[in-house]
Every structure is written in C-alpha cells, then in structure tokens.
C-alpha cells in the first residue's frame, strides 16, 4: 500500500515530516526524568488477532519504536516572492510550549511499525492504539527538550499535592427545594436554588466494602444527593481562629474577608514543603510568569495569537458589559437537545443561567431585578453578609487547595453516588435481545455534586468518552476503554454569554481562562482548576455586569457559565481583524457543464448573495478552469465582467492582481452580472481536459494577501498541470474480502498546498459532484489540511438524479449562510497529570497542542486521545478546557470557551459506570480510519472487534464478583458489540460488498469530521415504524406536535409487509412500504390509491389535508431539522432498486460476507472466555 503523503505524523514520501493531525505530540517522547512522581506503568498490548476477519497485526503493534525528527512544517515553494501579508503564525521552526506538567516527559509511547520510506527515519504513528506496545527500545531524546532542563540534583516541583484536613468543601443542603428541573440545554427551565458550601473537614472512616455482585462499591459518607445532610453554616459574628495571613485583609475592611488559618495538627509524613518560586515559563505562550519582562509585549514565539502577553487589567479599556445572547441559532435551547427526544432523567444542566456558585464560595444574593438569566421562579438565596466573614485558607504549598479539585473529602472515593445503579446491572447480551432505549440514547451524567452537574459543559458540545477519569494509567489499562474527548466546539447556540471586558481574567501560569470551577479563596483571591496557582483578582474584575453591583466576582458570568464567549481586546490580535473573503473556483469542462451543476450553484449564489456572513468589507471573486485557467476582472466602474484567461498553465501568475478580489458591496451588480452570464458562456465548450491543482495555487496566491475561503468544485479526475491524477480504482476489486488498496493519497501535492494555505489563513473547501472515480483520497487533502469541508455527491445529474440536485441546493445553501470564523486558532488544555497526543479532525498542528483553523464552521467537529502521565491521586477532579479565538464575519475577535469538569475514580467498576458507549464508539472510528491508511482495513476490524473483547474481558475479571454463564456487559455498555458491529458493516470499513473507492474515503471523511450526533446515525441508524403514528408521547414544539415513535431493531424480523417503516442514515431517509400496507395509510400520507400506484421515484411526500399526513410530515421534518445537512428522502417499494441499499443497514442480520449479530456475539463470548 502506498503511503506517499501520508506517514503517520503526515510525512511526506520524501522524509519531510508535517506536524498534522492525527499526529502524536511530542511530549510523550522523551524519557522519565525527575520529578516523575509515579512508577512507569507498561501499556495493556493485546498481540492476539481475535477478529473473526483475516488475521493481522491488529491496532496494537508491538516493536521497537523509532522515533521520527521534530514535526516541522512546510515551507513554500522556491521562487519570486509573491505579494502576502505578515502570516498570523511562522510555520518554520519555533520553541514549543512547556507542558504544563511540570516533569520533562512521561515515559516513551511507541507505535507499530513502519518500514522506512527512502532511508529516512518514520515519524511516529499516529495514536491508532490507545493501547501502545510496552516499550522494546528507549528512543534517543530528541534535538530540543520540551520545558526547561531540570539539574539532577535539583529537588522536583511538588507534583504531589499535600494531603489531610481540607475545608471548604461541598456538603449539600438539607433545605427543602423545587426537585431539579428535567429541562435539556438552555434557560428556559427553572433551576432549582443551590446548595450551600461551608466549611468542613472529611469524616473519618475507612470505605464500605463492595455490597453487589458486580462490585458495586459505595464507599466515603458523602450522602446521596436527594438526602443531603444539614450544613454547618457559618457565624458571620464569629471571629478568626487566629492571625490572619501576612497581607490578608484586615477585620472591618469589607468587601474582602479575614482568612482562616490551615488546620492545626502534625505535618504528614509524605508533605513537602514548597519549592521557591522560581520564574517559570508559560507553558501557553512561553512568556515568563515572573520575569521582568514587559507582559504588554506580544509574544511572538510561534504566532499564538490566543496568548496575548498583556495580564489582566494591561489592555486597552472596553466598556464593562455583558450581552446575553448572541444570534438566532440552534435548537439547544427553549427544548430537549436534539439527542433527546423528551426529558431526560434527572437534572442535567447547562450552565447558561448562573444557577450556582463556584465551589468554596458562599453563596450570595442576586440584584433585586434579575436580568434574563436568571429565572424567575429562583427563590432569593441567603443575602451576603455585610459583615466580615471568614475565608478557609488553603494549605501550603502549591498543591490543589480546596475547590473544583477538593469539593468533598469523599468525592475521591464516592463510587459515584451520583450514578444511577443501571449503569452496572449485569446483562446477558445473549439473552437480552431488545437492549435499545426507546429513544435516543442519553449521554452518562458525570458524579459530581449537584451545583457543578448543573453548570457542567453541555455534551453535545464537550464530551469525554470516560465520565470517571482513572486516577493512574495502570488503572485505564485494566479498563480496556480508550480515553478522550469529543468536541463540536463551534456549533450554533441559542443562548450563548457573551462579554465585553477590558480584563479576561486568566491564569498567569497555565493560560486557563477563569471558568466556574476554579476555586475563590476570598473576594481577592482565585485557584487555577489546572495548575493550582493563585492569582488576584483584578479590580475590574470585582464589578459584575449583570447585577450591577460590586464585590460579587464570583457571580461574574465567566464564574457561571461552562460556554462563554469573549470578545477580545487588542491584544489578543497580531494585526487587523480580516475581513471576510469568499473566492469561488469552478470547474467549466464539458463533463462539469453536462452535469448542470454550474446553474445551480450560480442561481444559488443569485439567492443567498446578501445573506453572506460579513460586513462592508467583505471581498469576493471568482476563478474557472478546465485546461486553462479563467480570472474575472469585476473592477468599480467596467460595465461587464471582464475575463482574463491564462493558458501557461505551468507557471501561474495573476494578470491584475488588484481587480480579482473586490468589494463585495461595491461591485455587487458586475457580481450579479457575471452569475447570470456563467452557466451560458461555457454551454458550447468542448474542453475534457481538468487543470484542478494550477487553479488551486491561483487560488492560494490571490488569497495570501487576506487569507479566507476557498469554495472548489470539481466533477472529474484532474488530468492536466500539477496535481494531475490517474484513476487508481479496479472495478473488480470494489466487492474483494482482502485488503482494500489506495485509501491514501497517490501525490503529497494537495497536502503540501494546504499547508502553503494553512500558513496564509486560507481554507479549501471541497464540492465533488461526479459519476466516475474522482480520487477522493488525493483531493481530499486540500480540505483536511486546511481546515475545510468536503462535499460528495455521486451520481450527480440535473436530468437523471433530481434527488442528489435538491440535496445540492439545501447543502449550499446552509453552506452560503452559515457561520464562520476566520484565522481561527483552538487550544485544548487539562488538569495537570493529564496530556493530549493525539487529534482527530480537520485541521493543521501548529505546535504540540495549538490546532490552526483557518476557517472554524458550526459543522466541524474534533476529537483528542489523552493519556494519564502522573497519578492523580490526591485530585477529586480533573478539568478540561478548549478555547477557540476566531475572527467573525463581522470583523471581531472573539474567544469562545468550553470548560468540562469529571470527577477522578479509583476503583474499576466507577469507570465501568461512567463510561458513554457513543463517545467511545465515536473516537475509536476515528482511530480505525487512521488504522486503515497508515496500515490496513483489516488491521483496523480487528483492532475494533478486540476492543469490544477487551473491554468486557476486563469487566467480567475484574469488576464481577459471582462469575456467570453467558456474554455479561454493564447496562452502560450493553449497545457495545452492536455499535462495533455497525462499524464493521459501515460503508468505511465493510469487506464483500461492492462499495466504490470514492464512497469508502468520503466515510472515512464522515466518521473524524462529523460532530458525534450525526457520526452515530451514519454508524448506528434508527429505524421507526410511520404507519401506526399516533399523538400519545408527542413533543409540542413551537405549536408543532412531533410524534415519537419507538426505536427498532435493525433487522428484517422488525420488518412486516402490513406497515411502512422509515430508516434514518444520517445523510438519507429511506420510507419503506410493505406490499400489504394499509390502504389509509397509503391515501392518506402518499396519495396513492394502491401499492401499485406509489410511484419508483418518490423523493418527497405529499401534502395532504389529514391527521396522518400531518404526523408523518412532522415527524420527519423534525427529523432533517435535527442536523445541519439536508438528508435526501427516498419513498421505497419492494421491487425499488433502492432497497438493497435499506436493507445492508439491517446490521443485525447476516449477509454472505458478514456475522449477524448473535453470531458476532458468540465469536466475542469465545474470545472472553479464552
């Protein structure tokens, strides 16, 4: 198989390596130094190929690991300078970060193996496996140590935080309340008051042992939420219990408050004591905490415009306000999330609303006239005191004191209390047929006091695959369950906070924004939730928008909300916001105008021209091609277009650089103009030949100066100039059961281009309309590199495929409106002890953790493996945080920031409990698409069906305590098998059925660019019955009512000839009609007379004057609303060339190439009873 462009750490087939995702960060490739505060543990390496398929080596290789150079990134072709701007970062050789651990490295991760291309060494796979092979060769260190050398005999950084007697901690209240609202994402719903946070010490006492059979423990005294036990409040009139802190507010000075001193009692014997503080380097943007250098000074160091050097308080003043909403958008509030079809069980938040109060906070009162955050129906909660009050004190040292990290001296060993039992009831999965919810499945609740669940990062938004974070890696080996996180980090929110500061607050250390699980020591004081370091509060800080009122930092609305998004001052910018620029490249050979497609996207365009994102400075411009290449001249003041054609096709040059790209507003009628004169200018054109990749640098070198978008359409193989391709793809071999060849690219063309526009703020993204072998290995580069999208649509006719026309338009249009944010850059940090290496997506690694994104859509989503590098054991939790500064269309910079808090478990059944099936389906697709390129697709199934052995291997050794009969699952993983039994059977992965080249790697696309939704309808797709719909159960939204019928199995056992049953695939609708289906059902909701009168083709539904017609329409409107690609609807009879499609999605049954399921079944229980 040809790797050429395509080496695990995106190398090029000449040695050249590309720091792009999937790539491995490399921190984890340098030896355990000092300061490693936990015994290297060996990774679990699963050698055995327990797949049913043809054995391999499986995800999990072993072998020496061989450590590739430092991921440098492309540098441009050689040549005459073209015109460009400063890049907003250098691509060339920088200084990394330093992690924000504060070890030089964990132990070596090795990949499989990779033979050498030309001698040169191979950069290191990608994370495929998130079981590495125990290490057989320790790598030499690489050319630059990542952080700053430690001596030998220097003592290490007190990795350890102190243990004993921790106050302010969370303790329920007992005050009877409204029971916690079953509202989904949003405000709308009333949020019960929140509890108290007092001071208190841990209660003594050893754990309770096990009490089930599955090892269900429940250990600490912390009593469940329902049942909270009275709180010991505070006595505002009490005094300190001693001197207060050198620099401590003095008594009567409000509004801070006097400290208490740390608890009394003898020192433990494994206490350290703090090291000096020694000036340390930004382990975000490499600036100094402590030196004396001016932090107003923008750091330069690898362009990381998301780190500003000013601290807060140095930027330039903006008014203090707080917008509450910004734009229409989604569907997450005012109803359930789109993954709920009703309530859901139990109090699941989204922290839009302040409901509560930052841990280690007293509770305050809010402004006598709330403002629209706050819900009415929130009684007032204990007002502040004006008295001083006292404040516990942290320990010493710089460990994690009391907060978000030490909520409860139980939470540590809690055996999540929080978590419903069902989570760990044993299931027979032989026994057990009907395991599907009867609707969609809802995400696991992580166990965490009941004031954070309600604040806690929604997860349609941020989302781990692990709900309970193992407290060491030893222990993530035994689980058998990969761990990582899932983001759709720019997706249109309803109620999104929006502030405009002088003073986003951050830590000086780390770089986290303030979030509400940071802790607040007193009014003054505030502990990072990563790195633990205190910092002051800023004096703007102390005024809250909202209530209008001083001294209430914690109140602020970065103190209440999970997703927030800042505007930025000028600081967080190396120049001028750009403007938004949208270039259009369209292929005009005879082949792309015999599809027809050109009309449309230029009527398109006609009706959605005003409706572009963007303000008056707004560019645009257009570029044709088929052997030459066509510019358009729309200069202020011609009369017409003016087309400027160039024919030297191997040394692109642009004729007028200044009048190509113009003023969207300015020129908008020779816009217009041009729109309607294209489809007819190239009718007559006889012109085969495609020049695809010159047309793309025009593109790159007309953009450079601005960066922006690129929209290219293309509807054959390119065959002409640089890019030029051959057709790879043997029809014969489309049905093979062996390998599959060609799923990487044939040239590194595309690839080194996007980095070229990566570098220069330029995304591609890509249309594919095409009946024949496009190659979309190869030209999907230009997208994945470059942070854009890929568009395909086979078979594409105007005349012969009307369905994939309508499909066309809906897609361009939400494509032409939609959001967008420009020279974007996303950052992913986490609690300290825990490291990243790994990214899933499209996108460009700037540095070991800084994705580049030159354009971020509300579409696009990411996915990250992580590792555990230190024991976190003395953490009770563990944060994440991902930020994202982009530029909108309107010319701002914005910050948007999600914060996700998991509470850190110790025993195997707590991880078991916590874990979320989807998420984990989700990010191991995304391993198994790596998997098939850099080595095999049958490497990829069996890796998938042993990870569904592994896990529930490990569940039956270690967590169940009565051994018995049968494949026994915990309830949270009993959709397992089956989802990996989907995937197997997916277009991406399937063997023995026919399944063109194009189709594979357009899935493969799918499963690591699609937010997690939308990726499990393509795995796993639902099936409804439509004919028997009725109102019982119904949603009522927005006056509409939604039926809700139950989930099927897919199988043809589910199926009856009497009914009409609808499959939903994510991307398309089937409707299947019975051949005895009620004649009601058939008049009333198709409009035929008999079976016989349903026409072949039926790409929608009629709509009729009846109830039933209604419902139907409802339903499946609500359906396509639910995502934001139009899903083509197909009306099926049994004699429809179309049901062999429906039917390969009945995963449950056999085929001759594939297991049913209680087959793969039988094969998974014989691989865990070996």
Not at 193 to 215: C, K
Not at 435 to 440: N, Y
Request: glycine share 8%.
């Amino acid at each position: 198989m040809s790797t050429t462009g395509f080496n695990s750490q995106n190398g090029s087939g000449g040695g050249q390596a590309y720091a792009n995702g999937p790539s491995q960060n490399p921190v984890p490739l340098q030896p355990p130094g000092q300061g490693y505060n936990m015994p290297h543990q060996i990774p679990y390496n699963p050698m055995q190929a327990k797949a049913p398929m043809p054995p391999g080596p499986g995800l999990y290789n072993s072998g020496p690991y061989q450590p590739g150079p430092p991921a440098s990134s492309y540098q441009g072709p050689p040549g005459p300078p073209m015109m460009t701007r400063p890049p907003m970062g250098s691509l060339g050789v920088h200084t990394p970060p330093q992690s924000s651990s504060p070890s030089p490295g964990p132990s070596p991760i090795p990949g499989p193996r990779m033979s050498p291309l030309q001698g040169a060494p191979t950069p290191p796979a990608s994370g495929n496996s998130y079981y590495p092979a125990p290490p057989q060769q320790q790598p030499a260190p690489p050319a630059w140590q990542y952080g700053a050398p430690r001596p030998m005999g220097a003592p290490p950084p007190m990795a350890t935080p102190p243990l004993g007697p921790m106050g302010n901690h969370h303790t329920a209240s007992s005050s009877p309340g409204p029971p916690p609202s079953a509202a989904g994402y949003g405000v709308a719903a009333p949020v019960p008051p929140p509890p108290a946070f007092h001071n208190a010490t841990p209660p003594p006492g050893p754990g309770l042992p096990p009490t089930t059979v599955h090892g269900y423990v429940q250990r600490g005294s912390a009593p469940p939420p329902m049942n909270p036990s009275a709180p010991n409040t505070y006595q505002p009139g009490r005094g300190p219990y001693g001197p207060p802190l050198p620099g401590a507010p003095l008594p009567g000075q409000p509004p801070s408050m006097r400290p208490t001193p740390p608890p009394t009692g003898p020192p433990m014997a494994n206490a350290t004591p703090p090291p000096p503080l020694a000036p340390q380097n930004d382990a975000h943007c490499g600036v100094v905490a402590n030196s004396t250098r001016p932090l107003s000074e923008p750091d330069l160091q690898e362009g990381d415009i998301e780190c500003p050097g000013p601290l807060p308080g140095n930027g330039t003043q903006y008014a203090n306000s707080f917008n509450h909403l910004d734009g229409p958008g989604a569907k997450m509030a005012g109803g359930p999330p789109p993954s709920q079809p009703g309530p859901p069980p139990g109090p699941r938040h989204m922290g839009l609303s302040y409901p509560s109060l930052p841990p280690g906070y007293q509770n305050t009162s809010g402004p006598p006239n709330a403002s629209p955050m706050h819900p009415p129906s929130l009684p007032p909660t204990q007002p502040y005191s004006q008295a001083p009050q006292p404040y516990p004190q942290p320990p010493a040292g710089p460990g994690p004191g009391p907060g978000a990290a030490q909520l409860s001296p139980s939470l540590a060993g809690l055996s999540l209390q929080g978590q419903p039992p069902e989570a760990l009831r044993v299931v027979n999965l032989l026994q057990e047929r009907n395991l599907l919810p009867p609707g969609p499945l809802v995400p696991p609740t992580p166990c965490l006091p009941q004031d954070l669940q309600k604040i806690n990062c929604h997860p349609e938004v941020f989302r781990s695959t692990l709900t309970s974070i193992p407290q060491t890696q030893s222990l993530l080996n035994k689980a058998k369950l990969p761990l990582g996180l899932l983001l759709h980090p720019f997706k249109d929110l309803s109620q999104l906070p929006v502030v405009t500061s002088s003073t986003i607050v951050r830590c000086r250390s780390c770089r986290t924004y303030i979030n509400p699980f940071v802790t607040f020591l007193d009014q003054r004081r505030w502990k990072c939730n990563l790195c633990y370091r205190v910092h002051s509060v800023p004096e703007e800080f102390m005024y809250n928008p909202v209530s209008r009122s001083y001294g209430e930092p914690h109140k602020r609305p970065e103190v209440q909300n999970a997703t927030i998004e800042f505007i930025a001052p000028s600081e967080y910018m190396l120049r001028p916001p750009q403007p938004a620029v949208y270039l259009f490249v369209l292929d005009v050979s005879h082949n792309a105008v015999e599809t027809g497609y050109l009309s449309v996207v230029c009527q398109s365009l006609l009706d959605n021209i005003n409706a572009l994102p963007g303000d008056a400075r707004t560019k645009i411009g257009f570029i044709t091609f088929d052997s030459t290449i066509h510019f358009y001249n729309l200069q202020e003041g011609l009369s017409q277009p003016q087309m400027l054609i160039v024919s030297d096709i191997d040394d692109i040059f642009l004729p007028t650089p200044d009048s190509l790209l113009v003023n969207f507003n300015e020129c908008k009628e020779l816009v217009q103009a041009l729109l309607k004169s294209l489809p007819q200018m190239f009718s007559k054109t006889m012109e085969t030949q495609s020049a695809l990749g010159p047309a793309l640098q025009s593109a790159f070198k007309l953009l450079s100066p601005t960066g922006g978008r690129v929209s290219v359409y293309q509807t054959q193989l390119p065959n002409v100039g640089v890019g030029a391709l051959k057709s790879r793809e043997d029809p014969n071999q489309r049905a093979s059961a062996k390998d599959i060849q060609h799923l990487s690219p044939a040239t590194d063309f595309y690839k080194k281009l996007a980095l070229d526009c990566s570098g220069q703020q330029v995304a591609v993204d890509l249309f594919l309309l095409s009946s024949q072998y496009c190659d979309l290995a190869s030209l999907g580069c230009i997208s994945r590199y470059s942070a854009g999208s890929v568009y395909y649509y086979p078979s594409y006719h105007q005349e012969h495929n009307p369905a994939q026309v309508e499909r066309f338009q809906k897609d361009l249009k939400r494509y032409l409106t939609r959001k967008i944010g420009f020279e974007a850059v996303m950052r992913i940090r986490c609690t300290k002890g825990l490291s990243i290496h790994t990214f899933h997506g499209n996108f460009f690694v700037r540095s070991t953790d800084l994705l580049s994104l030159p354009n971020v859509n509300p579409d696009a989503g990411f996915a990250v493996q992580m590792s555990i590098e230190e024991n976190l054991v003395d953490l009770q939790t563990v944060s994440f945080q991902a930020a994202l500064l982009y530029t909108s269309s309107k010319g701002e910079r914005r910050i948007r920031v999600h914060t996700m808090c998991l509470p850190v478990v110790n025993s195997l059944s707590d991880i078991f409990a916590g874990a979320d099936v989807q998420a984990i389906t989700g990010l191991l697709a995304s391993m198994a698409v790596d998997r098939s390129v850099t080595a095999s697709l049958s490497d990829a199934r069996d890796a998938m069906t042993n990870a569904a052995i592994d896990s529930l291997a490990s569940y039956r050794s270690a967590v169940l305590t009565v051994q018995q009969p049968g494949l026994l699952a915990p309830a949270c993983l009993r959709l397992f098998p089956l989802y990996i039994l989907a995937l197997l059977k997916q277009v991406a992965f399937r063997t023995g059925t026919s399944t063109r080249l194009d189709d594979r790697v357009f899935s493969m696309c799918q499963l690591k660019y699609q937010p997690l939704a939308y990726v499990m309808l393509m795995i796993h797709p639902a099936l409804y019955r439509l004919d028997d719909l009725s109102d019982e159960g119904a949603l009522n939204i927005s006056e509409r009512t939604i039926p809700q019928p139950r989930l099927l199995q897919l199988s043809v056992e589910k199926l009856t000839r009497e009914g009409a049953f609808l499959l939903d695939a994510g991307s398309v609708l089937y409707l299947w009609v019975g051949r005895s289906c009620s004649p009601d059902f058939l008049s009333k909701v198709l409009g035929a007379a008999s079976y016989a009168a349903v026409p072949q083709v039926m790409n929608s539904l009629p709509e009729l004057d009846t109830a039933e017609s209604q419902r139907t329409r409802a339903f499946i409107g609500w359906l396509k609303e639910q995502r934001p690609f139009f899903p083509l609807l197909h009306v099926i009879r049994d004699e429809s060339p179309l049901k062999a499609s429906f039917m390969q999605n009945m995963i449950e049954d056999r085929t001759e190439s594939a297991l049913s399921y209680y087959e793969f079944l039988l094969h998974v229980q014989q691989q865990v009873s070996k």
